[in-house]
């Protein structure tokens, strides 16, 4: 696992790299762009003229594949996630967490917030650099702007999965942005055949994916499997054919999580498998750099890229297939892989959010 060095870098991602380095700005992208790679990039080279620059990610998971992605270009960059960046920010300020409007704390009194540092006169001489930027409440960028807190957003919102989200134009207004937003047009994760079945859900918002060029021979598959332990057998089959492969099981619930990380431990592959579960004692330990088969959840998911990735539990996709939600959510999994797609269900039926995809796209086996 290596980032890109900026001699790899694509014609069009040097645009990001030769951004100012004073004011705001938004860059947007399907999957595949190589956002999560230059907001690396644009961080490291803030702090190369002596910026206070903090990257800032969504989730925890997130947060330390990009720490572990480039540890050159991150030493002299904080990363953390949004929300921790939020909490340690205010108490360093106001020696107390940051006002709440829920009991479990994870949605901030914004407009408190912007008040309280408004009347004590609170500035910061900060840049963020957001990755997923359109996981955040349009809030939190009015909250920067009152701060003065310039920011580079990287955002998709293709991707938006969650009730406190921003679109591209929304933040764009919000932070003041120095241009119209940078677009990066090309995909250079996902092979031909994956990219087609994942604009199949595609919902009209942003740029089109794009089709690369590069094909990997075969179709994303889906397979009727008798047993959770039959497809487990097989995942462990096709790291021992396949050992130079990432591999990503992503679930929808950590029970399902635990299940998986336990059968494929007495099937002899813990030295190669981890699970990122919220609430483990572990959650903060996860090595990219080894340990190939990662066990992720659907919340996690966004910003996270895998050679293989096996999705164990369609039966549990039961909301409506054309509800733009579920349609968003199945886009992100699709394009978390880049060679390799694998959906099960154990159920007598195909999942209905499949059940139009012809099989020119999608082929179609029972185990």
């Known amino acids: 696992m290596r980032a890109p060095s900026l001699l790899d870098l694509e014609t069009e991602q040097h645009s990001v790299v030769d951004l100012p380095f004073r004011g705001s700005h938004v860059i947007t992208g399907n999957p595949g762009s190589g956002k999560t790679v230059l907001a690396v990039h644009r961080a490291w080279a803030l702090a190369t003229i002596g910026r206070e620059v903090t990257l800032l990610t969504r989730s925890n998971v997130l947060h330390q594949y990009l720490a572990q992605l480039a540890p050159d270009l991150t030493e002299s960059v904080r990363v953390t996630t949004s929300h921790r960046w939020i909490r340690d920010f205010w108490h360093e300020r106001f020696g107390s967490d940051p006002p709440k409007t829920d009991e479990e704390g994870w949605h901030h009194a914004w407009i408190e917030m912007q008040q309280t540092c408004v009347v004590r006169g609170i500035r910061s001489t900060a840049h963020l650099v957001i990755d997923e930027g359109q996981g955040l409440p349009v809030d939190f960028y009015r909250w920067c702007r009152v701060l003065g807190v310039e920011v580079t957003v990287f955002a998709d919102e293709n991707q938006q999965i969650g009730d406190e989200q921003s679109t591209v134009s929304e933040i764009h207004r919000e932070i003041v942005a120095q241009a119209p937003p940078l677009v ?32 990997a021979g075969r179709r994303p598959t889906v397979l009727r499997v008798p047993t959770l332990d039959y497809l487990v057998t097989g995942i462990s089959r096709y790291f021992s054919a396949h050992p130079e492969r990432t591999i990503g099981i992503i679930c929808r619930s950590n029970r399902l999580q635990r299940e998986i990380q336990s059968r494929l431990t007495k099937l002899g592959m813990s030295a190669h498998t981890q699970a990122y ?91």
């Open 184 to 215: 990066l047009r090309g995909n250079r994760r996902n092979s031909r055949e994956i990219a087609m079945l994942a604009s199949e859900f595609q919902e009209g918002r942003g740029e089109r994916l794009p089709l690369p060029s590069r094909s």
């Open 277 to 367: 579960v919220h609430d483990d004692r572990y959650r903060n330990a996860i090595d990219f750099s080894t340990r190939p088969i990662r066990i992720v959840n659907t919340n996690s998911m966004k910003g996270l890229e895998f050679d293989s990735v096996f999705v164990p539990d369609l039966d549990a996709y039961t909301e409506d297939p054309t509800g733009v939600a579920a349609r968003l959510r199945f886009f992100v999994l699709c394009t978390r892989a880049r060679e390799d797609l694998h959906l099960a269900h154990r159920g007598s039926r195909e999942p209905a959010i499949l059940s139009d995809i012809p099989d020119s796209l999608l082929a179609r086996h029972a185990g």
